[in-house]
């Protein structure tokens, strides 16, 4: 089983600060997402990263995949109450098709 | 719009009672999670079906069961229904089951 370990649990900043979430593993993944989930609705997509060493911007967010393909992070700069929600690592194995999630980091951003 | 259909979108039960959950996954994708999630917590993995075949299997209880049919869709069983199971099911549909996953908008199901 492929554990996915996200830190913090719980994050909660002032508007403007800048944060950091970390998804770690001791497995290999072939691809890992991220997504954000608001109260009451699914989980949505935000990026995908395949290749080890990839960094990937969304605006303000920029992701980044570890060297090794075990870990990734998550870094939001000058974030926004819009920003509020839980945030989910996931990791696919292409070896034995699935796809697994870490416990999530909910984050709480104060106007 | 993630293209993941969930029905219903609200259920309210008594204990002891069965419901099904449906849902259809986006066109193409082949692989169905069934998740759990209670108030304020993360994402439980149910079970996965991959082409129809069951291809991983989360915490999913005995009175839980689930199935994937020729035309890909996915009904999750839940039987004899405790007020502890009152919470969140979220389906998610992807192309090869280690891929995106599109999540639907799920069906909050209360037990009372």
């Known amino acids: 089983t492929q554990l996915l370990e996200q830190s913090p649990q719980f994050l909660s900043i002032q508007e403007g600060e800048n944060l950091t979430v970390y998804c770690n593993s001791s497995?290999?993944?072939?691809?890992l997402q991220w997504y954000r989930q608001e109260p009451g609705e699914g989980p949505v997509l935000l990026v995908t990263?395949?290749?080890?060493?990839e960094v990937k911007k969304l605006k303000r967010l920029t992701f980044q995949f570890g060297d090794a393909r075990k870990d990734s992070s998550l870094h939001i700069t000058a974030a926004q109450p819009g920003d509020t929600g839980l945030y989910l690592c996931?990791?696919?194995?292409?070896?034995?098709?699935?796809?697994?999630f870490g416990a999530g980091t909910t984050v709480t951003v104060r106007a | 719009d993630s293209g993941v259909t969930q029905t219903p979108k609200h259920l309210i039960t008594a204990t002891g009672q069965r419901v099904t959950l449906r849902c259809s996954p986006r066109s193409g994708d082949l692989s169905v999670y069934w998740y759990q999630q209670s108030l304020d917590q993360g994402l439980q993995f149910l079970i996965q079906y991959y082409n129809g075949e069951e291809r991983a299997k989360g915490n999913i209880l005995e009175r839980f069961s689930a199935q994937q049919f020729p035309d890909l869709h996915s009904e999750l069983n839940l039987s004899s229904l405790e007020l502890g199971d009152s919470a969140l099911y979220f389906c998610a549909s992807s192309a090869g089951g280690h891929t995106e996953a599109f999540f639907g908008q799920g069906t909050r199901l209360t037990v009372v």
């Open positions: 497995s290999v993944f072939s691809s």
């Open positions: 996931a990791g696919g194995s292409e070896d034995d098709y699935k796809l697994s």
């Open positions: 990263v395949v290749t080890g060493g």
